[in-house]
Structure formats: C-alpha cells, structure tokens
C-alpha cells in the first residue's frame, strides 16, 4: 500500500488537472442540443480508464447517451468489484445565478473547503466522485497493486432515469457478473465526520395538466363563474397534505416499512445541529412531518414536493386572463417497501378524483426509481468502514440517505449483488445548484480511501 500512497502523493497535480478537463465538458443528458458533448464525455471517461490500464475499454452506444465499459481481470480466485458511476450531469440553469461559468471550473477557497474547493456542474455529482475511482485504480494498478478483479461501468444517463443502463445490464448479466458493486455518488455528514449511505429514498414523478375552459378568457368578463385552473390546481395540490404534514393519498402510506425504534435512535445520534441548518438555509423554522425529526423526514420517511408549477400570463406588468390550463411537476420520494408503479397510480386515481366537475386532468407519470436499503452486516461494509478509519481516523457512522440512484435496486435485482455507497461529497456543495462544488480534501480523500476498501475487502472475502 506504501507504493500506492506514494503514487497518489506524487500525482496530485496531473489528478486534479485531469478532472477540470472532464468538466469543462457539458455533459446534459437531459438537453438533446448536448448529445454530442455527452458523447465527448463518453469518450473521455473510456481514454482514461485505458491510460489508467484496464485490459478492455468499450463503448456501448444506446437508444439513449453511450455506456462505458471496462475491465481487469487479475485472476480468477479473487472477488471482482463493479464500479459505478456516471459522466452526465444536470442543465446548470439558471445561469445568471453562477459566480463562474458552469462549465468552466475554478478551484475557489470557502468555509467549508479550506483547502479549496472546485466549482463547475458535475464537480461533486457525479464526475469528481467517478473520477476517483479511475485515479484510485491507476494508483493500484501502477503499484502492481491490484487486489480484486475490476469491472468499470459508466454511465451518461443518471440524471435522467438510467432507463438504457438497466436494459443494457438485463442484457449483460454475465460480461457485468460481480461479487459487490462499489460507487461513490452520495455524501459524507461532514469532513470530520465520516459516513456510509445505508439506504436510497425511491422516485415517482408525475405531471399533471389541468384544463378549464376551452380557451384563455378575460378574468373581468368571465371571473369569478368558471373555473379557474390555476386556482384548482394550487387548491388541489394543497388537499394532497393534511394538517400534521401528513400525505391524505389514500392507501399511500400502507407499503412503508415502520423503523424499529432502536433504528431511530441510532440515526438520531448522528451529529446534527438544527440552528447551523437553518442557518445556512436562512430559514426561521423548518416544516416537516410531526412526529419525526428532520434526519426521519430526509431519510425513513417519503414525501410528495411541487418541483414546478405554471400556466397563465407570467410576462412583464399586469395582463387579466383566466387561463385555459394550469400545469406542475411533482415528485414523491419513495421509502421500503413503496414502489414507484404502485404509488404513481395511487396518485393518478386521488388526484382525478378530487378535481371537480369544471375542469379536466391529467396525469402522465415520468422516471420513476425503486428504494434501496443496503445491510451493514456484510464483508462489503465492513471493509468501506475500515478504509475509511484507516484514511478519517474515525469510524464511519452509516446513515440512509434522502436522495435516489434508482440503478442501485435494480443491480440488486439483476445482478443478486448489494452496493456499497461510499461517497464523499457534502450536502452542502450544491449538486443540481448553481456554485455545484467538490472539495480538494474530498477528492483526495476518496483517492486514498477506495484502495483500502479493495485491499480489505479481498482480504475479509477470503478469510470468509
Ligand atoms: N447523486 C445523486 C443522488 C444523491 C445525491 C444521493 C446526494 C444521495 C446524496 C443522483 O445523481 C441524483 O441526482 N439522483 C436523482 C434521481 C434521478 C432519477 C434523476 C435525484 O435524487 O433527484
Ligand atoms: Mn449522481
Ligand atoms: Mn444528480
């Protein structure tokens, strides 16, 4: 391991410059007028996997954006690990609300990230975090210094569903075969704080259109004796939460797995402080479900949030219309054992219902993600808490988190294997924000962790 530490030590330059060229490729996957930078993107993730040494790197075009591919077989005999990870990113909108351009990343010192911190759309979600992996399996690899057998598959559409990943890994069980998956696309509590995300909350996302009269009218003329869709929809929208905080869909709650009171315990005793995070939200008071904690509501407990809302006359100065159609985008983050088809019906079937006579809805389902919830009981999670106490000094705390990477359930169901979610980034460095940012110590850090992971877990897997 010395040989590995001394290599990293002495590439940090070429580590970190190689990163900002990743990112100044903007990789949208959501933005059709970006497919060819996505495709760069691709290209470049497959390059770096060869310089770092694999034996095989591949592109595999799709329906959608391509998939990268890589591997080294060291021997039979030992465990092979399955890298995740993805190169696309999110749109960087709005623009205007960026210190520096999105794509065009600078190292920046903050609060948090005394040693300087790198701020460009993707740094910590998910380029930064997957390029580790490519730089931590170079260091082993120069070192001669491989303990497992290494599969790399990298994806361009995280950020949009992953709906082309799953049918490539349906179609590939036996080339992606592996005993763990391992990925970094989830965050630490704090730097001095070391984490492991336990558990992912699933997704359903629906759009609803509400539609009124048969044409945009004046609010003068016709206000106040027809329907107003934007008034119903903002007065349905508001019936979809009852008055403890609660979601009044019938039947929405019956699949949620309760957590044992020990369990709640446990999660509550990682640190957490109420006033620093109203703080940095500069809000007065948080809002949440009673009867939970704001680490329950982030993590055990699932929640219905307006992600967007439209419709009517949002121009410059004052136009009177009453609006034809009223439109908005709403996700449910889904905990055990909800799944995404279940509940986005649930939500079809009560939000027809309780529309009344004068318009008319409808509800079309996007991208939806299952739950995942990964044990500590294993090989896989032992050997991530003693590499990150051998890189933090500390012993990390495992904690479920509120975010999705609906992948991670379906390599589960797929591939029969678990996940070990060991990332690195904050929840304060703004993924999907403008000013996203990725901490030098975080990415150093991760570096110098994951080939600890892959020297103990080869050695408690052959112990076992
Ligand atoms: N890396 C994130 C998920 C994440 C972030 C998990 C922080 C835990 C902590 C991932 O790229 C993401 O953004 N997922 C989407 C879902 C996807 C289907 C668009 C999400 O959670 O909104
Ligand atoms: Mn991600
Ligand atoms: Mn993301």
Redo the contacts with the bound molecule.
């Keep these: 391991m010395e040989t590995v530490v001394q290599y990293i030590n002495s590439n940090k330059d070429r580590f970190l410059d190689e990163l900002l060229e990743l990112l100044k490729i903007p990789s949208i996957s959501a933005d059709p007028a970006y497919t060819d930078d996505v495709a760069k993107a691709a290209d470049f993730v497959k390059k770096s996997l060869e310089k770092a040494g694999v034996d095989i790197a591949e592109i595999h075009p799709t329906a959608g954006h391509p998939i990268v591919y890589a591997e080294k077989m060291v021997a039979d005999d030992l465990p092979t690990v399955l890298v995740y990870g993805?190169y696309d990113v999110?749109p960087p909108d709005p623009l205007e609300l960026w210190d520096s351009p999105p794509f065009e990343p600078v190292i920046k010192k903050t609060a948090i990230h005394p040693d300087g911190a790198i701020f460009a759309r993707g740094a910590c979600?998910?380029k930064g975090q997957m390029y580790m992996h490519v730089k931590a399996f170079e260091a082993m690899n120069a070192a001669g210094n491989l303990p497992c057998n290494m599969k790399f598959l990298i994806e361009g559409e995280?950020?949009?569903?992953?709906d082309h990943l799953e049918i490539f890994c349906k179609a590939h069980v036996d080339k992606l075969a592996c005993d763990v998956v391992l990925l970094s696309?989830?965050?630490v509590i704090a730097n001095d704080v070391p984490s492991i995300?336990t558990g992912?909350?699933g997704?359903s996302?629906v759009e609803v259109e509400v539609t009124g009269p048969n044409r945009d009218l004046h609010s003068g003329v016709y206000g106040g004796a027809v329907a107003n869709p934007i008034n119903v929809l903002c007065d349905m929208i508001a019936s979809l939460k009852n008055e403890d905080l609660s979601i009044s869909i019938p039947g929405f709650y019956d699949d949620v797995v309760i957590v044992d009171a020990a369990e709640r315990k446990a999660m509550n005793e990682a640190p957490f402080e109420l006033s620093d995070y109203k703080e940095d939200l500069k809000i007065e008071e948080i809002m949440g479900e009673a009867g939970y904690t704001t680490l329950e509501r982030t993590s055990i407990r699932p929640t219905l949030d307006v992600n967007g809302i439209w419709g009517g006359y949002i121009g410059e100065g004052a136009k009177t219309v009453l609006p034809s159609k009223a439109f908005a985008k709403i996700?449910m983050?889904l905990v055990p054992n909800q799944t995404p088809d279940a509940i986005t019906t649930l939500f079809e079937e009560h939000f027809r219902s309780i529309a009344p006579k004068g318009v008319t809805v409808e509800v079309k389902p996007h991208?939806?993600?299952y739950p995942a919830v990964t044990p500590t009981d294993t090989i896989e999670y032992k050997a991530a808490e003693m590499a990150m106490e051998k890189t933090y000094g500390k012993k990390p705390i495992p904690q479920r988190?509120?975010?999705?990477?609906?992948i991670v359930a379906m390599f589960e169901e797929v591939f029969g294997v678990k996940s070990v979610?060991l990332?690195f980034?904050l929840?304060s460095d703004d993924?999907?924000s403008p000013n996203e940012n990725y901490g030098l110590f975080n990415y150093y850090k991760g570096i110098e962790t994951i080939p600890y992971f892959y020297l103990y877990y080869q050695k408690l897997k052959s112990n076992h």
Excluded: A, K, N, V
């Design positions: 993805h999110q979600d998910d995280e950020e949009i569903g992953s696309d989830t965050s995300t992912l909350r997704l996302y996700s983050r991208h939806g993600g988190s509120g975010g999705s990477i609906p979610m990332g980034g929840d993924i999907h």
